[in-house]
């Protein structure tokens, strides 16, 4: 039997950057309660992980995992019970 580690993940908080065309989020796994950050290119369909540990973005390049940041972030959007902004400039706007 093959167990899934993989978790649901709920959106805490979405900063649209329009200047680099992405969407800075935090995320926190339902299981372990982790917080996750990534920064997701809706129009490129790339998303990168924040590694605190080596202190860089990686590209979130394996498929399940993939799956479940990009679908837990339009489910995010789609559901607008996420707190979001747009980051215009240095001055941050609600959205």
Request: with cysteine; proline share 3%.
């Amino acid at each position: 039997m093959i167990t899934d580690t993989r978790f649901k993940l709920f959106f805490k908080h979405m900063v649209e950057l329009p200047h680099c065309e992405c969407v800075f989020c935090s995320a926190q796994e339902e299981h372990t309660g982790r917080t996750k950050i990534y920064l997701v290119f809706q129009g490129k369909h790339k998303i990168y992980a924040r590694n605190g540990i080596k202190g860089n973005w990686e590209e979130v390049l394996d498929p399940e995992d993939y799956t479940l940041v990009w679908d837990g972030f339009e489910q995010a959007i789609m559901e607008r019970k996420v707190p979001s902004f747009v980051a215009s400039g240095t001055d941050f706007v609600m959205a």
